[in-house]
């Protein structure tokens, strides 16, 4: 019978690649499971997380928390080690590209009231101002009707009529009730 971790002593050669990873939302492509499972997650485990978010390598991380490489290893294949690192880089990426647009909208509108202002071409002119115009006002509202009714409430007459404006043929009268 055996004591101790489950864990230990159960490694396999192969890659283990279809495991929790792999089923967690925004998972990392033939992502490698852990090959221990953590019980707990301690505060120093936050700590690898965050230094693997900054971009750390984990020879680095482990020579900064003071632990061996494969165990900030076997931290960092954690499936909720995974998530919050991709969760972390998800949202580093939405920064950036928000602050990029952020510089760049001011620019771009001047550039647009310049075209406007002062474009030869009368179409570049009528475009530039119809962009600013729908930017500040939004675009027209388109209305749209809606012309649905239910069969059972039309007569047969009338239901002949509009199958026969859509499939332009007459339907042929039956003796169903």
Do not use: C
Request: hydrophobic share 35%; no cysteine.
């Amino acid at each position: 019978m055996r004591r101790g971790n489950p864990n230990f002593g159960h490694t396999s050669k192969e890659r283990r690649t279809n495991g929790d990873n792999s089923r967690l939302t925004d998972a990392l492509f033939n992502d490698i499971e852990p090959g221990l499972v953590l019980q707990r997650e301690k505060p120093v485990h936050r700590l690898i997380v965050e230094l693997a978010q900054r971009g750390g390598t984990v020879q680095a991380i482990a020579a900064e928390v003071g632990m061996t490489q494969q165990h900030v290893s076997q931290v960092l294949r954690q499936p909720w080690a995974r998530q919050r690192i991709v969760n972390g880089l998800k949202e580093s990426i939405q920064n950036e590209l928000k602050e990029l647009l952020e510089r760049s909208a001011r620019p771009a509108l001047e550039r647009i009231v310049t075209l406007s202002e002062s474009a030869e071409d009368l179409r570049v002119k009528a475009d530039a101002n119809k962009y600013l115009v729908d930017r500040l006002l939004g675009k027209p509202s388109q209305p749209v009707e809606d012309r649905t009714v239910e069969p059972n409430k039309l007569s047969d007459d009338e239901l002949n009529r509009r199958v026969t404006g859509i499939v332009g043929e007459s339907v042929p009268e039956t003796d169903d009730p």
